[in-house]
């Protein structure tokens, strides 16, 4: 996913991923997404269908030089970004 030049709100819908009946968070194939100009502070990215969770629930890592962003069966790279520059704020969850 690529955004625009100020704020972007990038839609993972959980559910929409859903592959063979898959719908939840947890259960079903690894769903890896790509974000390559996310902005920390300006773009946020919103999960629905997971309101029940937060910034905590949000495992962050670094690999490949880039931070990825893990929840249950979702793998969210954005690329440029390192971990430590994520804040509760960036995220929505709904
Ligand atoms: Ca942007």
Redesign the pocket.
Known sequence: MT??????RFLIDIASFGVKGYTSLTKGPTVKLTIS?F?TG??TIQFDGISNKGFDDLVLRDSSGHAVVQVGRFRVHLLGVQSAELAPEDFVFV
């Open positions: 955004g625009l030049d100020g704020s972007d100009d902005e300006i773009d």
